[in-house]
């Protein structure tokens, strides 16, 4: 009971630590796609990132429940805690076998959102992932999600497209975006769940 006290503060220290970490890994992805560190930094002026606690009960029919259902992250890069439980799965793109990333400690996962997929024009791709539930022990996790600002529309970078590689997708803004996926994510997609291939553009 007492730790309430410390919550605001904690997560407030939290939050600036992998903000911080997240522009970090923003500027070597930036590097890595031969473009200068700070390339993507304006996107983020009015950032929208936040950050979701999630808790995962047992259940003694762990295989007629569902953790998180196969999504991929709609924003830029997640950086995500979890305990030593288990139960990310993240599908292999080889053979699309679900692989289960074994907890290390003192370690983040990082995913490459859908937007890093989009500016980098398929250079890098978002990783679909889902969370399975065990009928033993409860299992904590907290995804830091690093979005971009709300009016920032999203689309290949120019640098990286040319006449032989044209852009692969069309604009799309970002809140938008994300108010749709919001509407849709946790229903069991009676609504459409929109994707970065609706804005696709066909070869
Ligand atoms: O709990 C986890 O390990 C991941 C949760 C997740 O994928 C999400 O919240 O987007
Ligand atoms: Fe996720």
């Known amino acids: 009971m007492v730790y309430i006290f410390f919550y605001r503060e904690a997560s407030e220290e939290y939050a600036k630590g992998v903000e911080k970490l997240s522009f970090t890994l923003l500027e070597l992805i930036s590097l890595s796609l031969g473009l200068p560190a700070k390339r993507f930094h304006d996107f983020f002026e ?21 953790g998180v259902g196969r999504h991929k992250d709609a924003g830029a890069l997640t950086v995500l805690a979890q305990d030593d439980v288990g139960g990310l799965d993240v599908k292999r793109r080889t053979d699309g076998e679900w692989v289960r990333v074994k907890p290390i400690p003192d370690s983040y996962i990082i995913n490459v959102g859908d937007i890093i997929q989009v500016w980098s024009n398929d250079r890098y791709e978002s990783a679909e992932h889902r969370v399975m539930v065990n009928s033993e022990r409860e299992r904590f996790s907290i995804p ?39 509407g849709s994510n946790f229903k069991k997609l009676d609504v459409e769940n929109i994707q970065i291939y609706h804005f696709k553009i066909s070869a």
Request: aromatic share 18%; hydrophobic share 30%.
């Open 144 to 182: 830091f999600f690093f979005n971009p600002s709300h009016y920032v529309m999203v689309k290949p970078i120019e640098e990286l497209t040319t006449v032989n590689n044209p852009a692969k997708y069309k604009e799309y803004n970002w809140g938008k975006f994300f108010k749709t996926r919001k």
């Open 46 to 66: 009015d950032h929208t990132s936040f950050i979701r606690l999630n808790h995962y009960s047992p259940c003694p029919s762990p295989h007629l429940a569902l």
